[in-house]
């Protein structure tokens, strides 16, 4: 039987779909110039906003923006990439807040590098999906390349593993989920039953809130969550946590973990983290040490041994995207032992069937708590491969000594009052009031802040501590300069002042006034 030979000029035995209005907008072989277009038109309007921005933020209300945003009707297209545009100013470019301006010094947001910037618009064009090898291929390997290279610069040892995440929430959550696991191991269905409220989490006071939620994801007891205060540094002591393992066995609990932070969100602090590495290697306790924050010292060139300790702990929380100047989303869990990783794993027959462990396929989707997820290790990779890890760890350095030029602006200053030195990049602080009106001075920190951010002039952070109203700075920025501190801190002085003088008369009759 001679089957049949079709040519280019053969008629085709099927007809070809019909061409339709809406296929214009996929992007094909046929769509590529358009594609061009519309991108460099997007990020023509981005290089304009962020090319005249004045300030950080426009101090636009919920109130104001929101009855735009829900005028449009989604149902009737404007059928042109420009029009589109044009209304996405009025809606989202024209009051976004700028983390690139150096007067943005509010929360752990980072400018982003432009190697960073280049693989967000290859992936998203792309589409990696990153659950399988039949759907990201090269980028399976580049995510494994960088999760081995993360782990090296930890020091974590050749049996390290790991996967990116979505955020230090998530990686936070992985982290503990396999601690439960380890410490769940050996126990049978009845056994996990009665175990599953005595576990318990030591974390620091001065740690990040998804340890909590991750709790409570997880299961675990209201109280399973034991704090520990700092000492006067803001730091976890070893001290407390040995008596804390010690007197939860007594009391017949089993410590599952123990979490340790590089960079609190906070007071960007690290714990001692060598000293808690021992009182965990003796008590045989998981130690997870969640440096979300501060993992930009694996590659700083002057401060890499604050960190040491790091690669005694069972797990690292790393956020690229937040010291490394990557966009959102970008970063990681990093485990000591690869085979702990297996308790994230379920074999799905239409996606990653066990039989592709002995073919030695790699897939991600066996160790990753997400199924579809971006090729967010891309971004890091071109940053790797262009800038290299010193000049990202000099960036970081850089903000680090602009943080420590803020606490001294702010330590030498007799309006303020300022907290614990950060080894990071942050600063707490507060105005304080001299005379009549001492009683306001968490109102009018409250209100400087708000108001601050209303003019659009700077944005700064604010946080509670000892039950008292703290102002923050979170230098993140290359660009920020010890004069815009200089210049924040004076509008901060400002707005909290006239708040005192507009309302330390009223707030003195109260105080004054009988009740009833």
Not at 237 to 245: F, K, L, M, T
Not at 362 to 390: E, H, I
Not at 413 to 442: K, N
């Amino acid at each position: 039987m001679t089957l049949p030979v079709h040519t280019a000029e053969a008629t085709p035995t099927h007809p070809q779909p019909r061409a339709t209005p809406a296929r214009a907008h996929v992007l094909s072989a046929e769509t590529v110039e358009q594609y061009r277009r519309a991108v460099a038109a997007g990020t023509d309007r981005v290089a304009r906003r962020v090319a005249e921005a004045t300030g950080p933020f426009t101090g636009v209300r919920p109130d104001e923006l929101a009855p735009q945003v829900e005028a449009i009707d989604l149902d009737r297209p404007l059928g042109d990439t420009t029009a589109a545009l044009d209304e996405l100013e009025d809606v989202y470019l024209r009051d976004a807040v700028w983390f690139h301006h150096p007067r943005y010094l509010a929360h752990l947001n980072c400018p982003v590098v432009i190697p960073a910037l280049l693989g967000e618009a290859v992936l998203s064009a792309v589409n990696s999906s990153m659950d399988t090898w039949d759907q990201s291929a090269g980028g399976t390997l580049i995510e494994r390349r960088l999760i081995e290279w993360t782990a090296d610069r930890i020091g974590l040892g050749p049996a390290a593993d790991g996967v990116f995440t979505s955020g230090g929430t998530q990686s936070n959550l992985h982290a503990l989920l396999l601690a439960r696991e380890e410490a769940l191991a050996a126990a049978t269905p009845a056994d996990r039953r009665i175990m599953l409220p005595q576990l318990r989490i030591i974390a620091s006071a001065a740690g990040h809130f998804s340890v909590q939620k991750a709790a409570k994801l997880l299961g675990l007891a209201p109280d399973a969550v034991v704090v520990v205060e700092t000492g006067p540094d803001r730091r976890m002591r070893p001290g407390a946590v040995r008596h804390e393992i010690a007197r939860c066995r007594r009391a017949g609990l089993t410590v599952m973990a123990v979490v340790a932070t590089a960079g609190t969100t906070d007071f960007g602090t690290i714990d001692p983290l060598d000293e808690i590495a021992e009182v965990c290697a003796t008590a045989g306790v998981w130690l997870h040490v969640d440096a979300a924050y501060g993992c930009g010292l694996l590659v700083s060139p002057t401060r890499r041994h604050l960190l040491d300790g790091i690669e005694r702990a069972d797990s690292v929380t790393v956020d690229y995207h937040k010291s490394f100047f990557q966009p959102v989303s970008s970063s990681a869990l990093v485990v000591r032992d690869r085979r702990t990783l297996r308790h994230a794993t379920w074999h799905a027959d239409y996606l990653n069937p066990a039989r592709m462990v002995a073919q030695r396929i790699p897939n991600q989707v066996d160790k990753s708590l997400q199924t579809t997820r971006r090729f967010d290790a891309l971004k890091l990779w071109l940053t790797l491969r262009v800038m290299g890890p010193d000049a990202v760890g000099e960036l970081f350095d850089e903000v680090c000594d602009r943080a420590t030029q803020a606490w001294q602006l702010v330590a030498a200053d007799p309006r303020f009052e300022v907290l614990t030195r950060s080894q990071l990049s942050t600063v707490v602080f507060r105005w304080r009031p001299t005379g009549p009106g001492r009683e306001l001075a968490d109102a009018a920190n409250l209100r400087a802040r708000e108001a601050l951010a209303a003019s659009g002039l700077a944005v700064v952070a604010g946080t509670r501590v000892d039950s008292r109203q703290y102002l923050k700075f979170t230098v993140l920025n290359p660009a920020t300069t010890a004069d815009d501190v200089a210049y924040v801190l004076d509008l901060i002085a400002e707005h909290a002042g006239r708040y005192v003088h507009e309302h330390a008369g009223t707030a003195a009759a109260d105080l004054t006034c009988p009740v009833g």
